[in-house]
């Protein structure tokens, strides 16, 4: 099992672009997360799935837009990029809400 | 919603030593409680968990105690080595949506050989 996969590991992005990090994960798990890690703030929930077709916002949803069609995956949208987007982004997934999360890498973002 | 506090925001230990780490949470329903470890570069990964039917969790050098009465849950790390250099967050459910997590600040832990 290659476990959660993020792409890309790196982005940079001028503001007011758009772009989607992609989320896939192949353990057949119903519940998917994104987070953002910022310095000194620990990680924050952006949006969060609890299984295909739903989606429901977390901690800091304002900026972004997910999407859940399949069970493996689950992209995250920046529909317009603004540098206090500049941020570490995390997907995980797990078998149920209460339970062990499972990472992925996280993609390093910039917006200049 | 939930809100966790953690405690100390860095700490630094001689090889060897005890490590302790403290959470505080505000949602009295919450009834699993997390630890994840996270290297640099890396997502991070549970390390050890706790529910709210026990007092106390080991697992080898790690351990986990949680006060349900007071709301306060603390990992302890024993035996320090240089590869526990890490950051460490905690974590508590908000039971009323879906369980999802909130996560403590994070906690710097570096071991000196």
């Known amino acids: 099992n290659a476990g959660v996969t993020q792409t890309p590991k790196f982005q940079v992005l001028k503001t007011g672009q758009s772009m989607t990090l992609q989320c896939a994960q192949d353990m057949n798990h119903e519940y998917m997360s994104w987070y953002r890690q910022d310095p000194g703030m620990g990680l924050r929930l952006i949006h969060y799935s609890v299984g295909a077709g739903i989606t429901d916002q977390g901690e800091v949803p304002n900026g972004y837009n997910v999407s859940r069609s399949t069970t493996e995956d689950f992209p995250l949208r920046l529909l317009s990029a603004a540098p206090s987007q500049t941020s570490v982004y995390f997907c995980?997934?797990?078998?149920?809400?209460?339970?062990?999360?499972?990472f992925g890498p996280g993609t390093r973002l910039t917006v200049t | 919603g939930e809100n966790v506090e953690q405690h100390p925001s860095t700490l630094s230990v001689q090889e060897g030593d005890s490590a302790v780490i403290k959470c505080t949470y505000s949602?009295?329903?919450?009834?699993?409680f997390p630890w994840y470890k996270q290297e640099l570069g890396k997502g991070p990964q549970l390390i050890i968990d706790?529910?709210?039917?026990?007092g106390e969790k080991k697992d080898q050098r790690i351990a986990v105690t949680l006060n349900k009465t007071a709301k306060h849950f603390s990992l302890h790390i024993t035996e320090t080595q240089p590869e526990d250099s890490a950051v460490y967050f905690c974590?508590?459910?908000?039971?009323?949506?879906?369980?999802?997590?909130?996560f403590g600040q994070g906690t710097i832990l570096t071991v000196h050989p």
């Open positions: 706790i529910r709210s039917n026990v």
């Open positions: 949602d009295s329903a919450s009834n699993y």
């Open positions: 995980a997934s797990s078998p149920s809400g209460q339970g062990e999360q499972y």
């Open positions: 974590a508590a459910p908000l039971v009323s949506s879906y369980g999802k997590l909130t």
